[in-house]
């Protein structure tokens, strides 16, 4: 059996081990209570709930303030909301309590200087508004220049489009017909065609004659028409176009082709006029003039004069006339200087043949020989009869002139055919 004297150190062991355990399981208490406070919510089979603890907020310290620091900062509020007076009222209370200090000092000076500041904007004059002048009541003479001027503004600026407008289509239609020049003369010989030379429209012809029953203007119209074309036939290789003048047609769309022409170049060509007239002497008279179509400008006039019992036949001896003077003017004209200086000379001067009547020979020679090749029904016999004296003609006509260079090139044209055929 053990001594109890001898179990005392174990026993003091134990009981040091019992009181280390419990100064271990102080601090881990809350968190166990709270920890099983949930479960303790939760009813068990059998008994009550145990009732649960809340910890108390921990109380937060307020600062407080010194009566000194309050009327501070009463007086800075009414200093910022522009209560000089009262904020220097009480900026000098604190400063007579508390002698020296600065923050009051300080106030007191702020809310004096503010306060002179306001008195000094408070004393100052007032601007005065500019007095206006009374605005007098429109008239009826205003209102009226009031609306021509609108109206004046906008016809200027209508006037100014119009012109403009007028400038550019002008530009665009002189391009055009220069364009259209340069291909026609230029660029058709480039192709193999020859150029294409200003024809001729036959316009209106005025009848002063007075001759009952003789519809004398479109006589002429007609005969002039023959004869250019009789021409064209013969030579071909140049021919010139020939046109009526068209008539003014305002119905239907009508305007559309006036509108057209406005916006197209101008044409090529001449428009042809004339007058009829019966000279003092018995004579028929007609006056003809030659206007460029590009331009509208009368490039040549002439008057012939021809004598016949028979009306008819005489107005187209005067077509004729002037078909040739419109192909071949300078030709015609000098001509015609050779022939009154011949007849000025008087009897032994042989007279040449007038470029007239070269004119109207090689027509009535050639042209039935263009025709038999146009057909293929040629005779040769009377085709080469008809061109050497057709040759023979030439030297009636100076050289360099224009009608000279186009009977030249039909008789090539033609002896070319006719070898070729043979």
Not at 291 to 314: C, D, K, M, W
Request: charged share 20%.
């Amino acid at each position: 059996m053990i001594s109890p004297r001898k179990l005392w150190p174990i026993r003091f062991l134990a009981l040091g081990l019992t009181a280390l355990l419990a100064l271990a399981a102080l601090p881990a208490a809350p968190i166990l209570a709270q920890t099983a406070a949930p479960a303790a919510a939760t009813p068990a089979a059998t008994g009550t709930p145990a009732p649960t603890r809340t910890p108390a907020p921990t109380p937060t310290a307020t600062p407080t303030l010194t009566a000194l620091q309050a009327r501070l900062i009463l007086a800075q509020t009414h200093l910022k909301s522009g209560d000089y007076a009262r904020a220097a009222e009480l900026f000098a209370a604190i400063a007579n309590e508390d002698r020296g200090n600065p923050e009051a000092l300080k106030g007191l000076q702020a809310a004096l200087a503010g306060q002179a500041a306001a008195r000094a904007t408070a004393a100052a004059p007032q601007p005065t508004a500019a007095a206006t002048a009374p605005v007098p009541a429109p008239s009826f003479g205003d209102a009226v220049a009031e609306k021509t001027r609108d109206l004046g503004s906008a016809a200027l600026v209508l006037l100014v489009l119009i012109v403009l407008l007028y400038v550019i289509g002008h530009g665009v239609r002189w391009l055009l017909f220069w364009g259209r020049e340069i291909w026609l003369t230029r660029g058709l010989p480039l192709l193999g065609r020859p150029a294409v030379a200003p024809g001729y429209t036959i316009a209106e012809f005025t009848d002063a004659m007075g001759i009952a029953g003789l519809p004398a203007a479109e006589i002429v119209a007609q005969a002039l028409r023959a004869k250019l074309i009789a021409w064209n036939q013969l030579v071909r290789i140049r021919e010139l176009p020939v046109e009526s003048w068209p008539m003014l047609d305002m119905g239907g769309m009508g305007w559309v082709r006036i509108l057209w022409n406005w916006i197209l170049p101008p044409e090529r060509g001449y428009k042809v006029t004339g007058l009829l007239l019966n000279a003092e002497t018995g004579a028929y008279v007609l006056a003809i003039e030659r206007t460029a179509l590009r331009n509208h400008n009368v490039e040549r006039s002439r008057t012939f004069e021809a004598f016949g019992a028979a009306p008819e036949q005489t107005l187209r001896r005067l077509a004729g006339e002037t078909a040739k003077w419109l192909l071949a003017p300078a030709d015609i004209e000098a001509s015609e200087a050779v022939m009154a200086g011949v007849r000025a000379a008087g009897v032994g001067v042989t007279a040449p043949l007038s470029a007239s009547e070269v004119f109207d020979q090689a027509l009535d020679l050639l042209l039935p020989v263009r025709q038999q090749f146009a057909q293929d029904a040629a005779d040769f016999a009377d085709a080469r009869r008809r061109l050497r004296e057709a040759e023979s003609l030439l030297a009636h006509l100076p050289q360099g002139s224009v009608l000279r260079g186009e009977l030249e090139a039909v008789l090539a044209d033609l002896r070319r055919a006719a070898s070729g055929t043979a």
